[in-house]
């Protein structure tokens, strides 16, 4: 999962169910702004649809639906 950000600061990625049951999240720390990466192996859920959100700072900046 791949994100971009022009100022410094938490990020939030959570990957959820339709029905909005978190699957995998992770916090991820960043002091300068950028972008970063998080590895996300999805071997261990199966197949379907999951949304995943990135927070930034506490607002909400995108949500992307995948099919696994």
């Known amino acids: 999962i791949n994100f971009v950000s022009t100022t410094a600061g938490d990020f939030d990625i959570s990957i959820m169910k339709p029905d ?8 991820v720390t960043r002091s300068v702004s950028g972008s970063g990466t ?3 192996n999805s ?14 700072n506490g607002k909400t900046s995108g949500k992307v639906v995948v099919l696994k």
């Open 20 to 27: 909005g049951s978190t699957v995998r999240s992770f916090t």
């Open 43 to 56: 071997s261990g859920v199966p197949n379907g649809m999951y949304i995943i959100s990135v927070r930034h």
């Open 38 to 40: 998080v590895n996300w």
